[in-house]
């Protein structure tokens, strides 16, 4: 790892470009997914990204817990920021939609674009309806409009209230999504998404109750035991075993790792990496990074955008390329890597910033 020197914790960023490197591979499949899709587990990069992005709005924003106003305010103009890159992502596929060739490429997703455009267009811009790879950043969007409440209730030391409502709507995610069976009651044809709100905001949750502890000061207790680090690695290696089919799962397994629900399983998973991960993690300097995947995490919005209009613009390319095999499809594959530098190299002139010597190794 590279040493800058900054008070911002360069380690959160180099695993958030990397999860966001990890999500383009993954969507792109190929060799190269095969060690990268859930590597460790049933957890996806997915996942990592929304705790991520928790953890490091808890960070952010606690310190603005003691004045209200402020904190709804801030996170006002973040959500706006937010929602700004979801509409230029709309925009963007709608006007692949026009194209007679892209609508053929991605029929199954742009379809209800030609059918119904106006109203196709109308529930994007509302976040009802979320086609593939646009499904995040509403989640992200709501789930910041509301940390304001959730950061101001654990000030009040009303900390398992939100844990309780956490898990409780979790639960209530682990019968279907709601919002997929209120679409159905009301005879609506739009997409709630693929990821069920009311389940993975738990990640959110942790991210946020993490980040504000760590502001706050506040022990981890019995999670900093050895005993319990190892007792972690000891049952993600179970599960690893499983997902490797090294150990054939039960079939009654599958419902308790469901991705789009966040299975039980699944969510058991989830916090036993991230025990580990922050265990691991703070082996390291704050200011300590891979610069590149550090570059890309530092901006994670501008960059998660362009992957996800990328993917609709590269399907063709992607289909043609594959019978040709793996060696070609793996150069492919790291060169769409490293396009993810254009949004930040973009972003950077339209902020008026030098970009040269971005991954250069600084002191």
């Known amino acids: 790892m590279t040493v800058l020197g900054s008070h911002r914790d360069r380690r959160l960023d180099t695993l958030r470009g990397l999860f966001l490197v990890i999500m383009l591979i993954d969507h792109l499949g190929g060799y190269v997914a095969d060690f990268t899709y859930q590597p460790f587990g049933f957890v996806s990069a997915a996942e990592g990204f929304i705790f991520l992005s928790g953890l490091m709005f808890g960070q952010i924003y606690s310190r603005y817990?003691?004045?209200?106003l402020h904190l709804r305010t801030r996170a006002l103009k973040r959500a706006w920021l937010i929602y700004r890159y979801h509409l230029a992502m709309v925009l963007s596929v709608a006007l692949l939609a026009l194209i007679p060739f892209f609508g053929e490429v991605w029929q199954w997703a742009l379809q209800p674009y030609r059918e119904a455009p106006l109203a196709s267009l109308l529930g994007m811009l509302t976040l009802l309806h979320q086609p593939s790879y646009l499904n995040i950043l509403p989640l992200y969007i709501l789930f910041v409009l509301l940390s304001p409440?959730?950061?101001?209730?654990?000030?009040?030391?009303?900390?398992?209230?939100?844990?309780?409502?956490?898990?409780?709507?979790?639960?209530?995610?682990?019968?279907?999504?709601?919002?997929?069976?209120?679409?159905?009651?009301?005879?609506?044809?739009?997409?709630?998404?693929?990821?069920n709100l009311f389940s993975w905001q738990i990640l959110w949750v942790c991210g946020l109750l993490l980040g504000y502890a760590k502001r706050s000061g506040i022990s981890g207790g019995f999670a900093l035991q050895r005993g319990v680090l190892w007792l972690a690695l000891a049952l993600?290696?179970?599960?690893?075993?499983?997902r490797r089919e090294y150990v054939l799962?039960?079939?009654?397994?599958?419902?308790?790792?469901?991705?789009?629900?966040?299975?039980?399983?699944?969510?058991?998973?989830?916090?036993?990496?991230?025990?580990?991960?922050?265990?691991?993690?703070?082996?390291?300097?704050?200011?300590?990074?891979?610069?590149?995947?550090?570059?890309?995490?530092?901006?994670?919005?501008?960059?998660?955008?362009?992957h996800a209009?990328?993917?609709?613009?590269?399907?063709?390319?992607?289909?043609?390329?594959?019978?040709?095999?793996?060696?070609?499809?793996?150069?492919?594959?790291?060169?769409?890597?490293?396009?993810?530098?254009?949004?930040?190299?973009?972003?950077?002139?339209?902020?008026?910033?030098?970009?040269?010597?971005?991954?250069?190794?600084r002191d």
Request: glycine share 8%.
């Open 65 to 68: 817990v003691d004045e209200p």
């Open 149 to 195: 409440l959730v950061l101001r209730s654990l000030q009040r030391g009303l900390g398992l209230w939100v844990v309780v409502a956490s898990v409780g709507l979790w639960w209530v995610g682990q019968w279907g999504n709601p919002l997929a069976r209120l679409y159905q009651a009301l005879g609506v044809n739009l997409n709630p998404g693929y990821f």
């Open 236 to 242: 993600n290696f179970v599960l690893w075993l499983y």
């Open 249 to 306: 799962p039960d079939p009654a397994l599958l419902a308790l790792i469901d991705k789009p629900n966040l299975g039980p399983l699944r969510l058991f998973n989830c916090m036993l990496l991230i025990l580990i991960g922050w265990r691991v993690m703070n082996l390291f300097r704050l200011e300590q990074c891979l610069p590149f995947f550090e570059l890309l995490g530092r901006y994670s919005i501008q960059v998660f955008s362009f």
């Open 309 to 361: 209009v990328l993917l609709y613009l590269v399907q063709y390319t992607t289909e043609w390329l594959r019978p040709y095999g793996e060696g070609w499809f793996t150069l492919y594959t790291l060169f769409l890597v490293f396009c993810l530098l254009i949004p930040v190299v973009g972003f950077r002139r339209w902020e008026g910033l030098s970009n040269s010597g971005l991954l250069r190794v």
